[in-house]
């Protein structure tokens, strides 16, 4: 085990080098000049821009300004944003806890109504029941977030009036920030209408981040039923005549759930890409939205910062996935 977790840390080194080239390179191969936007229509004097280009270290060559960048990376120190001039690192982390809550909630929506429907759909192969829960996955996987975030809005919020259109609270509720976890921070204070007003602004960005993890677990979760329905060890235990409920919840679900839960570790990545989107439509103050915003300005320290941070998330919770299911199958070591 010691071996295998070595051989995945050490996987991890050329993965990290290569985002940090990505993350370096993106921002500055998008047109547009920082100091130019940071003027505005002001304008700015040859002389100021300068002086600027060699404050920010901009008219260095681009080799030592990814020297200066790894340097910084190794030491903790992603620099100053170049707009609030606030260190990057702070600035991520602070608004790291409402992306977190918000894929959570996703999360936990996408198994709640994924795994119950691929369990379903397994044991109902072939009926209508089965053709709905893979044609409504494919359909789920198949939509763009935009889109699908749009059309939610324009229902529930627009012609119903049910949901917030966005943010994370109402606004007539002031809630001091102790965890950074919108839901549990009303609950320390104590305030149940806060509570409500928190969980109320979930429902839609949740389940528009939850749906294309959703239609993954439910389509994993039938796929490795369907193949454990199959085992000598199932019909084993129907000749046994134990219930069909025993058979399914005991003998097959169990057994059947090793590969939906690395399914399910795997959706970490996907929802904080899909964070990106889902925020920026409902204007969700996580770190999705800091991105987008970051990348408008060219503010080149917030987003190299911010992809590296989330990165490294990424990969440290894949790691934790693999060594998770080396764990539980211990012929993958090998």
């Known amino acids: 085990m010691f071996k295998f977790i070595l051989v995945k840390l050490a996987q991890l080194v050329p993965t990290f080098i290569g985002v940090t080239i990505v993350a370096f390179a993106f921002i500055r191969l998008l047109p547009g000049d920082p100091i130019l936007l940071m003027a505005g229509e002001r304008g700015i004097s ?30 903790g120190d992603l620099g100053n944003s170049l707009v609030t001039h606030s260190p990057v690192v702070g600035e991520f ?52 977030i935009f889109w699908w975030g749009l059309l939610l809005i324009m229902f529930f919020s627009g012609t119903l009036g049910w949901t917030p259109v966005s943010g994370r609270i109402s606004f007539m509720y002031f809630i001091e920030p102790v965890t950074g976890f919108m839901t549990i921070d009303t609950l320390l204070a104590g305030d149940w209408g806060a509570f409500l007003s928190a969980l109320h602004h979930l429902i839609l960005p949740a389940i528009v981040l939850g749906t294309i993890p959703l239609a993954v677990i439910a389509r994993q979760t039938r796929s490795s039923m369907l193949e454990v329905l199959g085992e000598d060890y199932v019909r084993t235990a129907r000749a046994k005549g134990l219930s069909s409920y025993r058979v399914i919840m005991v003998h097959t679900l169990r057994n059947a759930l090793i590969s939906v839960v690395t399914v399910i570790g795997l959706q970490v990545g996907l929802l904080l890409a899909g964070a990106i989107l889902t925020e920026t439509i409902f204007s969700w103050p996580g770190i999705g939205k800091w991105m987008i915003d970051a990348i408008s300005r060219r503010d080149y320290p917030s987003v190299q910062g911010g992809l590296v941070l989330i990165a490294f998330i990424v990969m440290i919770v894949n790691l934790l996935v693999d060594l998770a299911y080396g764990v539980i199958n211990p012929r993958i070591r090998h």
Do not use: C, N
């Open 46 to 75: 040859a002389e100021r821009y300068a002086q600027l280009q060699a404050q920010f270290g901009f008219d260095r060559p681009l080799p030592v300004q990814y020297w200066e960048f790894l340097k910084g990376l190794l030491h």
């Open 93 to 144: 982390f602070s608004r790291f806890p409402a992306t977190m809550e918000l894929s959570l909630f996703a999360l936990a929506f996408a198994v709640i109504i994924g795994l119950p429907a691929g369990v379903l759909a397994a044991i109902r192969r072939g009926k209508t029941l089965d053709h709905t829960v893979v044609g409504i996955s494919l359909t789920g996987y198949s939509m763009p």
